[in-house]
Nanobody, 117 residues
C-alpha cells in the first residue's frame, strides 16, 4: 500500500521559514522513478502546483513562489522536501505531496501551513 506522509507544517509569522517533508512508502523501488510534487489548496480555491521535481532532478515552480521555495529529493530516504522562505500570508494553505510514476499518481493527506502575525 502506497503512503505519502507530509510533515513540517504549522503556524509561522510573515517572513518566516518552514521545511515540509514528504516520506513515501510502498512504492516499488521507492521514489527513484517518480516525479514528486508539492501542491497547495487554500479555502475556496482550487488545488495548485507549487513545485515539482522530476526523477532526473529537474525542477519547476509556480511563479508566486519562485526565489522563495526550493524543492529537493533524497531518493535513498524516499523523501521529498519543500524549503519555504520569506513566507507570506497568501502562502497559507493545506500543502499536499504528490508522486507520479509513469502516470500513476498518489497523494498525501496534506499538512496545514498558516502564515499569520
Amino acid at each position: 500500500q502506497v503512503q505519502l506522509v507530509e510533515s513540517g507544517g504549522g503556524l509561522v509569522q510573515p517572513g518566516g521559514s518552514l521545511r515540509l517533508s514528504c516520506s513515501a512508502s510502498g512504492i516499488a523501488f521507492g521514489i527513484y522513478l517518480s516525479a514528486m510534487g508539492w501542491y497547495r489548496q487554500a479555502p475556496g480555491k482550487q488545488r495548485e502546483l507549487v513545485a515539482r521535481i522530476t526523477s532526473g532532478g529537474s525542477t519547476n515552480y509556480a511563479d508566486s513562489v519562485k526565489g522563495r521555495f526550493t524543492i529537493s529529493r533524497d531518493d535513498a530516504k524516499s523523501t521529498v522536501y519543500l524549503q519555504m522562505n520569506s513566507l507570506k500570508p497568501e502562502d497559507s494553505a493545506v500543502y499536499y505531496c504528490n508522486s507520479d510514476k509513469f502516470g500513476t499518481q498518489y497523494w498525501g493527506q496534506g499538512t496545514q501551513v498558516t502564515v499569520s502575525s
